[in-house]
């Protein structure tokens, strides 16, 4: 063989050790990143499941509020009650809602009216009710407008 036949073959033997060792390290970095992922996801569903229990106490703790709150108490806690269960529960959330209008309707307060047409809005909003929603994000500015309530406007305004 000549020295060019030889020079050839060392760099083609070089050239294949080389490609093996980059598919090898690719690999072995692949590996590590899928293994960092799947560690990233099973510590996101522990937390995730910790947060939800702990919501969910949250939301039992509110609901037993309520049933000892005056009514002006109440229109305070209806909110985060319907916020909170609009996913999980929304029969439930639906059921505060419904609670929450009758009750500001019944007190007769402007911002109390604001204030539950408002939640009743978002609770139509987040059901993918959107007529709906509009109706009571209506009521709600009226309401907000007529007590000047300018952050409740802006909340409005806002969705």
């Not at 294949?16 to 590590?32: D, E, P």
């Not at 049933?67 to 529960?89: A, C, E, F, W």
């Not at 007769?108 to 139509?124: C, L, P, Q, S, V």
């Amino acid at each position: 063989m000549d020295k060019m036949t030889l020079l050839v073959s060392a760099l083609k033997s070089n050239l294949v050790r080389s490609f093996n060792k980059i598919s090898t390290l690719i690999f072995n970095y692949m590996t590590l990143i899928m293994k960092t992922i799947t560690l990233l996801i099973f510590i996101s569903f522990c937390f995730s499941h910790e947060l939800i229990s702990q919501n969910q106490k949250a939301l039992d703790s509110l609901e037993t509020t309520l049933k000892t709150q005056v009514d002006s108490l109440k229109m305070k806690t209806y909110g985060p009650l319907i916020k909170g269960y609009v996913r999980s529960n929304p029969e439930k959330a639906e059921r505060f809602m419904e609670e929450e209008l009758l009750l500001a309707k019944t007190i007769g307060r402007e911002d109390f009216i604001a204030m539950a047409n408002m939640d009743a809005g978002n609770f139509h909003a987040m059901q993918a009710s959107y007529a709906k929603a509009e109706t009571f994000f209506v009521a709600a500015k009226k309401a907000f407008e007529s007590v000047n309530d300018s952050s409740g406007l802006a909340q409005v305004n806002n969705n």
